[in-house]
């Protein structure tokens, strides 16, 4: 009777822990995925399988609460490059309401550049700027990539070097 109360206990004691983490961190996810993928749906969709694998790992984990934010974004990262490499030959655009005329001319140019600037940078290079743009900091970006904070410091600033000349659009 006793092995079936502690069972239960500890049954009780993951599902609280990782609805924590699904708490803090669920909108990270949903934020690194809607800045690596056009689709909001497909964002969405990564977000909850990330959640689903990691909950179906999570009596493995041992670990304090910043490296349960790298182990997680670590699934999530590997969702994107599955979710990219099976995708690769067929993306879908939104189209947004503009406004007409000169403005909305602006604005595709401006979409365009943007899209021609991420399409020249490498894998690596795209996942570090989805990851600032979601919000996390070097030093957790350092976590989920294993590398050193310094290295994700300096590759942030080349991806940048890289990007400014690209999206300098003359008007």
Known sequence: MTAMVETAD?????????????????????????????????????????????????????????????WVMRIARNRLIDHARRNKKMAFVTLQDSPSGRDMETATVDRMAMREALASLKVDERDLLAMRVAGMSHGEIAQVQNRSEEAVKKAWQRTLLKLRPLLEVER
């Open 10 to 70: 500890r049954a009780s004691d993951l599902e609280r822990s990782f609805y924590a983490l699904y708490h803090r961190d669920g909108g990270l996810v949903l934020r690194y995925f809607r800045a690596a993928v056009v689709d909001q749906g497909i964002a969405e969709d990564l977000s909850a399988d990330t959640f689903c694998r990691a909950w179906d790992r999570w009596s493995g984990f041992r670990g304090s609460d910043e490296m349960a934010r790298a």
